[in-house]
DNA sequence: AACTATTATCGTAATATTGCGATATTGAAA
DNA sequence: TTTCAATATCGCAATATTACGATAATAGTT
C-alpha cells in the first residue's frame, strides 16, 4: 500500500516520525550542516557543493522549509536559506524529551 | 528515480540520515514507546495494542532491530523485545551533537 | 507425534520518494 | 523591454516503503 496509517497513532507520534523522517535523508543533513558551517543562509552554492541537480536540490529545501528548520528570503535575485534557530532548538528538544523517557532493566535481555 | 545516492555524502551524514529515517514511522515511534512504557520487553501485544496487523508489526520491529535500538530474546514461544540501553544513549547523543553545532545569527533571516 | 500459539518471511498491491530534464517564474541588470 | 541568472515547479521513470494475507518456521503442550 505505502499509506501510512496515522489515524491510528496520536498527533504526537504522528508529529514526531515527521520530524525524524523529514531528517531521514543524507542530502538534507548535508544542505542542514552546509547552511550551519558557512554560518550564513547559502542559496544554491549548494549545487556545486553536493553532486545534486538543482530541482533536487530545490526539493529538498522545500522539505526542510516545510517543517520550518528553515527560512528563505529573498536576496536580490538568489534565496538566502538559514536555519530557524527557534525551531531547531525545539525539534532538539522534543528529541530529547523522546529519548530521555526512563527505560528500566527489565533482565529479559542481557 | 527513488534510489538514493549516499555516494555522494559522507559516512556519517549517511549514518545520521540513516538513524532518522528508521525512527521516521509513527508506528515505529509508537513500538519504542510502548515497550519503554511497559518497562518490559514486550512481544507482541503490540498487535493488539497498535491497530496494525501482525506482519506489519513484525516487519517493522525488524527495521528497529536493524539499526540496533532494540533487541529480541526468545522467551518461549514469543519473543521479547527491548532497548538497546548503551544504543539508545548513543543515537541521543548523536543527534544531540548534530544539533548542537553552532547557529550563529546572521542577519539574512530575521 | 500431532497440535497450538507466536513470530518471521514471502509475495503482492498501492502509494511515496528520489532524482532529473524541461520549463516556468522571479528579479536584476543592460 | 530584452536578457540573464537563480529558483521553483511539472512531469516522468526508477526504486523504496507500507501494509497485509498467506504461509513457513519455531517452540512449547497435550
Redesign the pocket.
Known sequence: ?????TEIFTDDQNKLAALFKAL??P?RVAILQYIINQKACI??DLVDELG?????I??H???LKRIGVIQ?T?E????CYCIDEKLWKQIQSEFNAFFNQEVKVTGCCP
Chains 1, 2 share one sequence.
Request: aromatic content about 0%; glycine content about 16%.
Open positions: 500500500m505505502g499509506l501510512t496509517k531521514g535523508h542530502a542559496c544554491n545534486l541537480a538543482q530541482a533536487t530545490s526539493q529545501l522545500k522539505e528563505g529573498i536580490g535575485k538568489s534565496v
